[in-house]
Every structure is written in structure tokens, then in C-alpha cells.
């Protein structure tokens, strides 16, 4: 009788390889085409007619959020905080300026009492933030 060679068994094994290959393209992609948000309050500021365009200085500032929470430098500061964190801030500049941001539907009140606290602790030059009318 005649004996056949019989074909080797094929392994039916998935390469795992091109697969990550392709995930890590897909990864880079979206990386490269997403778009970036800087992390920042969202603010939208009042307009103003007669509002001055002001040079970036070192300067504290002071936002407002429509809520009425209140951030010194990009951290939230309670109110009962607020005079504390931005004297040891004004300590050591030597530019006294500060800078309040506040949203357009901030409560009067609020944006009072921390105008009055920025100059209680020794704000020399206190700006109110707007932007021009479009």
C-alpha cells in the first residue's frame, strides 16, 4: 500500500502583532486630531465700550464664577480664605496688581466683597476685567 504523506496540521493561531500595530495607530491618531481644551473657568465676561486692552504682568488673579465661586490663580479659594491666600501672595511681589475676572451673571454682592478684600490686603492696582463689545 502506498503511504501518503500527510500534511502538516496548520496552526490557526492568530498573530497578535499586527493588531497592536494597529491600535497603536489608532492611538496616535486620536491624539494628534484631538483638539486640545485648556483646563481653565469658564468665564463669560461682561462687554464694555470704553474697556482698555491691559499687557500680561505678573499679577494675581481673581475669578468669579457664575455661581459665585471663587478661584485665586486657577485654585478655588473659599471667601472666608480669600484675604489670607492673596496677602501671602501680595507679600512676595513686587507688583501689587490685581486682577478680577468676573462673570457677567455674578450676584453684585459677591463681586463687592471681593473687590473690597483685594484692596483690604494691599491690592495697589485693582482691574476689573471685560471684554470689547463686538
Not at 17 to 36: E, G, H, K, Q
Not at 53 to 69: A, C, K, P, T
Amino acid at each position: 500500500m502506498i503511504e501518503f504523506e500527510r500534511p502538516k496540521p496548520l496552526y490557526n493561531s492568530l498573530s497578535i502583532a499586527p493588531l497592536i500595530d494597529i491600535i497603536f495607530l489608532l492611538l496616535l491618531f486620536f491624539l494628534l486630531t484631538s483638539v486640545f481644551i485648556d483646563p481653565g473657568i469658564p468665564l463669560d465676561l461682561p462687554q464694555a465700550a470704553t474697556a482698555e486692552f491691559q499687557e500680561d504682568q505678573v499679577q494675581q488673579v481673581i475669578y468669579i464664577s457664575r455661581l459665585g465661586e471663587i478661584y485665586v490663580n486657577d485654585q478655588y479659594t473659599p471667601f472666608d480664605r480669600l484675604a489670607p491666600t492673596l496677602s501671602q501672595m501680595l507679600q512676595g511681589s513686587r507688583v501689587k496688581q490685581i486682577t478680577i475676572k468676573a462673570d457677567k451673571d455674578v450676584a453684585f454682592g459677591i463681586f463687592v466683597r471681593v473687590l473690597d478684600v483685594a484692596k483690604e490686603v494691599g491690592g495697589q492696582n485693582v482691574i476689573i476685567a471685560a471684554e470689547f463689545p463686538e
